[in-house]
């Protein structure tokens, strides 16, 4: 087999791609579709999903290089393979392009976004000859694409690139935000009335344009973003995963002493489960598959790089049973139109930003059920709610202790030393946090076992009510019920006249219902029992 290829972890440029024999995954088919049919479009994809790439390739293609999509032998003798859109009829002219790439913006801490505006335009009059000196701003780019139409007789492409990373950035910021929208419709309210000077509009973002309300003028633009035909514009799907990279995964599987099949299934595992449209084609994440395939290890690549601060902060205003009930969060089609800077549900930031994700839709109820895409999500979703509630780092001495304790109870089935382990963490927790109700130590206890990667849910729903823990091991089923200042025979009796448990009887494993006493004054647990379900 030949040895390991060179894998684009974080490499957004198409010419640098292909040039230096980077793996690349063909998404010129949909390219091809789009340039077929129509001229204005908009695709919100989560950071990080190759949004970026996909606009260097537009790019490539309007500029007419087809150089860069024809075969191409490298100097060490290994080939780029031809690409699909360089076997069709398309002309490959020459048109001019505009590129705004606003995820640029406060890379220098200099650079402000009006400054990084002003600084695109002016290359451009530069290149163009535009006199802005008689423009007002708002007016500057329309002139830019008249002078570029007629300068080169071809009409004019514009790309914009994470339209949204600034306003995000300042959620929660009213008056930032808003500062922010009004530059941008200044900037891009022109492009309404140039479709005569136009040949093609692609922007991209993580937020729906009609949430942020800077391109409304822009009414007529296709959003792509749930189509079926463009699920997998972005991403690496599992047929691509299972052809274009069969060798990866077969070189991965012999550097970790398994089977290709076993590598398939963890590569699934950590990194697949992603939905963006009603039929449920398999997406995986590409940052983190094609930094597993260079490093050789499984890690959560995707989690520590995307995570923007603003999203903490948003979930940081949301009540926090609402954080611990995601799983199976199902929700009409117009749940996904709510502001994105709205608190009154997190489903719509959670969807976009990629932590949520489309895992069935109902025809005939028009309903979609939500859930996290993945292990390394879910995973890395606990462990930053972990740290919002309890302002202890995800790797704290306090939660390895209790780590190994969750690993012995898994293993061994002791109940009474993981009860210790729980009262003992909790009794690391500093006292100013305690918020003084039931939900905050349930949430607490459901956060870290999520983040050990356990099989936990929480606010479970039953015919008559929804249990606060569910948790799955391999030799038992545990629902437990906590109480605050409360008998552990009131959280049992719950569990009974609820029938929490009830669902659980005929999967074999034993059923076990635990109640826990939280006190008020001991800030801890101070009583539970369990009872085996007969």
């Not at 808003?178 to 492009?191: D, H, K, M, V, Y």
């Not at 839709?361 to 462990?383: H, Q, S």
Request: aromatic share 12%.
């Amino acid at each position: 087999m030949a040895g390991k290829r060179k894998y684009p972890a974080g490499v957004q440029s198409f010419e640098e791609v292909r040039t230096d024999g980077y793996v690349y995954v063909d998404k010129t088919p949909y390219i091809y579709k789009l340039l077929s049919s129509g001229k204005p479009y908009f695709l919100s994809r989560p950071r990080r999903f190759g949004k970026s790439l996909l606009i260097s390739t537009l790019q490539a293609v309007f500029e007419g290089r087809r150089e860069l999509f024809e075969e191409i032998t490298m100097k060490d003798g290994t080939v780029q393979p031809r690409l699909f859109i360089a076997t069709t009829d398309w002309e490959w002219e020459k048109y001019p392009v505009l590129r705004f790439d606003f995820s640029q913006v406060g890379k220098n801490e200099q650079d402000t976004l009006e400054e990084y505006i002003d600084k695109s335009l002016s290359e451009y009059e530069q290149i163009y000859r535009v006199d802005n000196s008689l423009q007002a701003d708002s007016g500057r780019l329309a002139e830019i694409i008249k002078a570029a139409h007629a300068t080169t007789g071809k009409k004019v492409v514009v790309l914009v690139d994470e339209y949204d990373n600034q306003m995000l950035k300042a959620i929660g910021d009213t008056k930032k935000v808003e500062a922010i929208r009004n530059t941008f419709s200044g900037l891009f309210a022109p492009l309404k009335g140039l479709d005569d000077h136009l040949r093609f509009i692609f922007i991209t973002g993580i937020s729906k344009f009609s949430q942020m309300g800077i391109f409304s003028q822009l009414n007529q633009l296709t959003n792509i973003s749930m189509r079926n035909d463009y699920d997998g514009i972005c991403g690496i799907t599992e047929h691509e995963l299972t052809t274009a990279m069969r060798e990866d995964i077969k070189l991965l599987a012999e550097e970790r002493g398994e089977s290709y099949d076993d590598t398939l299934a963890a590569l699934k595992q950590k990194y697949d489960g992603y939905h963006f449209s009603k039929r449920l084609t398999d997406v995986y994440n590409p940052y983190s598959v094609v930094n597993a395939f260079d490093s050789a290890e499984l890690g959560n690549y995707w989690f520590e790089s995307a995570t923007p601060t603003a999203l903490i902060d948003m979930l940081s205003q949301m009540p926090l049973h609402r954080l611990t009930s995601l799983e199976g969060s199902r929700c009409p089609e117009n749940a996904f139109n709510l502001s994105f800077d709205s608190y009154k549900s997190p489903l719509p930031v959670l969807y976009q930003s990629g932590y949520l994700t489309i895992k069935d839709y109902r025809a005939d109820r028009n309903m979609y059920t939500l859930d996290f895409p993945n292990e390394e999500v879910r995973i890395g979703f606990a462990d930053n709610l972990f740290r919002l509630i309890t302002n202890m780092q995800p790797d704290s001495e306090e939660k390895n202790v209790f780590l190994d304790a969750y690993y012995d109870f898994r293993d061994t089935d002791d109940l009474p030393a993981f009860i210790e382990a729980i009262k003992t963490f909790f009794a690391s927790i500093p006292y100013y946090l305690d918020n003084k109700n039931e939900c905050h130590y349930h949430v607490i206890l459901y956060t870290l076992l999520k983040a050990f990667g356990a099989d936990v849910s929480s606010e479970m729903a039953s015919a008559k009510g929804r249990s606060d823990i569910v948790l799955s091991m391999p030799l038992g089923i545990y629902v437990m019920e906590v109480k605050y200042d409360d008998t552990v025979d009131a959280a049992l009796r719950q569990i009974d006249e609820r029938g929490y448990a009830e669902k659980y009887r005929l999967d074999g494993r034993p059923v076990v219902k635990v109640g826990i006493s939280f006190s008020s004054a001991e800030r801890n647990i101070t009583d539970w029992k369990s009872v085996l379900c007969e």
